[in-house]
């Protein structure tokens, strides 16, 4: 089975057992996003700042390896046009429940985002991508292909590790990993991986992530870190992922 196979089989059974990622959004959160009362997230503990949105009605935005019912909900009733784009079949179970349990409509994909995407070139206003790359061995590739989906003038809204993470023990008490962390070419760490049952996971640079989407042709905008929100590292303040607006 293809690594991306064995994380879209994990992730809906994390699902199932009750993964905070996986759990969609509530009428109550819906009704009061109508009311302007409404936030998003790419990483952990930050809400994404609202000016990094503009005015949403009309936009074409495409939701990422952003399945769960989560995020489109809030960005369909504020007037936008979503596509849901996940290689987890739970995670698209949620967005149509919500869709339906709403009232809007949503077009939901399934996909594994290590391929070129099924999309026109120039199809989006905004490509929105909550952390999710971690869970792919190359990243550069999934950049590229979301400078092709967007517009001129379009915004790549994008979640990312900041590696810390994988240097780590679970208790993240010791350094115990070299990096990159690659469990395809490191035992060690994917046997670890196993014992944590956290799927198959990578460790990105941030050559690979600011660069990469210097180099697919993207200005980077604006910037924020975050924790994990729980754990020592989060109770250290330590950083370990980021959040980026991006233009084509």
Excluded at 11 to 25: A, F, L, Q, S, T
Excluded at 30 to 55: I, R
């Amino acid at each position: 089975m293809n690594y991306t196979d064995i994380n879209s089989k994990t992730i809906d059974r994390w699902i199932e057992e009750g993964w905070e990622w996986g759990k969609p959004v509530s009428h109550a959160t819906v009704q009061k996003a109508k009311e302007g009362m409404w936030d998003v997230f790419l990483t952990p503990t930050k809400p994404v700042p609202h000016k990094w949105f503009g005015d949403l009605k009309g936009k074409k935005i495409l939701g990422l390896a952003s399945g769960g019912g989560q995020q489109m909900p809030i960005f369909s009733v504020l007037g936008a046009k979503c596509t849901v784009f996940d290689y987890s079949e739970k995670q698209l179970e949620s967005e149509k429940t919500v869709s339906e349990r709403e009232g809007y409509k949503i077009r939901i994909v399934k996909g594994d985002m290590t391929k070129p995407l099924p999309f026109e070139d120039g199809e989006f206003d905004i490509v929105f991508n909550p952390v999710s790359n971690c869970y792919v061995e190359e990243v550069r590739p999934i950049w590229k292909e979301c400078f092709r989906v967007l517009k001129k003038g379009g915004y790549l809204i994008s979640g990312t590790d900041h590696y810390v993470n994988y240097i780590a023990d679970s208790d993240e008490k010791k350094i115990i990993n070299t990096l990159p962390f690659n469990p395809l070419k490191n035992p060690g760490q994917m046997e670890q991986l196993r014992r944590d049952d956290a799927g198959v996971q990578f460790s990105h640079s941030l050559e690979e992530q600011i660069g990469g989407q210097l180099e697919a042709g993207f200005r980077l905008l604006d910037i924020y870190e975050d924790t994990n929100g729980e754990g020592r590292l989060h109770e250290m303040n330590i950083p370990t992922y980021i959040a980026m607006l991006s233009v084509k």
